[in-house]
């Protein structure tokens, strides 16, 4: 009788989970134990209800809008709920967190009796105007830590600059759902596997290219930027094949999808101030600062055309910048162009 060939599967050969990834310390961050693996556990149940939700939204009739407009004067829509809230009721669960920021509210939600001094911030739903058109939309956040010492929690504790944030990630709900985490020195990509209910390890140790040749703007508002804007557009786009230009064009209208092709791809995207939104359009504390930390950590840039995204000392918990990121040499161009000299 032949020997069959098939053989039981090698216990090495089942992949690293997100929370076995956190407790075994892989991303070199020795107080990734304890209370933080479990807040991060906490996000990432989110990031799961959140996901089955996208993935039956048709189905289960939550496209469409609410009726409300959020503290941004912007309609919100079903699934934007669904996602603040199932981040609300994870987070308050352990009592890790102490408060939770997020688009959604105009002020953040304290969660009393927590006895954990973490502090969350979340853009829940980002791309809201793709989900009734099946684009990729995605979940932003960013984790601090608050001293107890400086007395209760309140608006005031969430106005530190990205640059003290101890973790920061996106979920992106596209082909498949990638969640994408950093603790400030190294990036890691985890695959939802619908089947095993886990986050498996798929992009360890992300590293975004040092040039591209992709560039990701909302060119319908060229005729709003300012002069040096317009420039460094030409620029990108004129035909020179040493440095790969033209450049292509990419944009999705989630930063969610486009700041993860160009963390992934390299290249540059960037929301300006326009006339219409003179201090940028994204949000500082819940969209530039995660995503500026992740691409610091990945080798890449985040700055708001002059300096780092990570280094604003923020004034109010839903201001607004302008978020340049990607590849060093692509972003170092941008800013060349915004002092008015172009490359070299
Ligand atoms: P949202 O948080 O309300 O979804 O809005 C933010 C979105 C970003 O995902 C995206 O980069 C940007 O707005 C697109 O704006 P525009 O449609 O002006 O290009
Ligand atoms: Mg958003």
Same mark, same amino acid.
């Given at each position: 009788m032949p020997t069959p060939s098939w053989k039981p599967p090698d216990a090495s050969q089942i992949?690293?989970?997100?929370?076995?990834?956190?407790?075994?310390?892989?991303?070199?961050? @020795?107080?990734?134990?304890?209370?933080?693996?479990?807040?991060?556990? +906490?996000? /990432?149940?989110?990031?799961?209800?959140?996901?089955?939700?996208? !993935?039956?939204?048709?189905?289960?009739?939550?496209?469409? %809008?609410?009726?409300?407009?959020?503290? +941004?004067?912007?309609?919100? +829509?079903? $699934?934007?709920?669904?996602?603040?809230e199932a981040l609300v009721q994870s987070l308050? !669960? &352990?009592?890790? /967190?102490?408060?939770?920021? #997020?688009?959604?509210?105009?002020?953040?939600? $304290?969660?009393?009796?927590? #006895?954990?001094n973490y502090l969350v911030v979340s853009d829940p739903l980002d791309g809201s105007s793709n989900i009734d058109v099946d684009i990729s939309i995605g979940t932003i956040f960013g984790v601090m830590r608050y001293d107890k010492s400086r007395g209760p929690v309140d608006q005031s504790s969430f106005l530190v600059p990205g640059r003290e944030y101890c973790a920061a990630g996106y979920v992106i709900y596209g082909s498949s759902t990638v969640?994408?985490?950093?603790?400030?020195?190294?990036?890691?990509?985890?695959?939802?596997?619908? #089947?095993?209910?886990?986050?498996?390890?798929?992009?360890e140790n992300i590293r975004c290219p040092s040039n591209g040749n992709m560039y990701s703007i909302n060119e319908?508002?060229? /005729? &709003?930027?300012? @002069?040096?804007? +317009?420039?460094?557009?030409? %620029?990108? *786009?004129?035909?020179?094949?040493?440095? !790969? !230009? @033209?450049? *292509?064009h990419r944009y999705v209208g989630s930063l969610v999808a486009d700041a993860h092709r160009t963390l992934l791809k390299g290249g540059i995207f960037a929301?300006?101030?326009?006339?219409?939104?003179?201090?940028?359009?994204?949000?500082? $504390? %819940?969209?530039?600062? @995660?995503?500026?930390?992740?691409?610091?950590?990945?080798?890449? *840039?985040?700055?708001d055309g002059q300096k780092p995204i990570l280094d604003i000392a923020p004034t109010e918990i839903h201001q607004r910048v302008p978020l340049i990121l990607g590849s060093v040499e692509d972003v170092d161009t941008y800013a060349s162009f915004m002092r008015g000299e172009g490359p070299r």
């Open positions: 992949g690293v989970t997100l929370e076995t990834f956190i407790l075994e310390g892989m991303f070199e961050f @020795p107080d990734a134990r304890g209370t933080f693996t479990s807040l991060l556990n +906490q996000i /990432c149940l989110a990031a799961k209800i959140i996901t089955g939700r996208v !993935r039956r939204a048709g189905l289960a009739d939550v496209f469409g %809008y609410t009726g409300e407009t959020n503290v +941004q004067g912007e309609l919100v +829509q079903k $699934l934007d709920m669904i996602a603040h308050r !669960r &352990r009592g890790h /967190c102490a408060a939770l920021a #997020t688009e959604e509210a105009p002020d953040p939600i $304290l969660f009393e009796g927590a #006895t954990g969640l994408v985490l950093t603790m400030g020195k190294s990036v890691h990509g985890f695959t939802w596997d619908p #089947t095993a209910g886990e986050f498996f390890l798929s992009h319908g508002n060229h /005729c &709003r930027w300012t @002069p040096e804007v +317009q420039k460094w557009n030409a %620029y990108v *786009k004129a035909d020179d094949e040493k440095t !790969r !230009r @033209p450049y *292509k929301y300006p101030p326009d006339t219409n939104n003179t201090n940028g359009k994204l949000r500082l $504390l %819940y969209e530039a600062n @995660p995503f500026a930390m992740i691409l610091e950590a990945a080798g890449g *840039k985040a700055t």
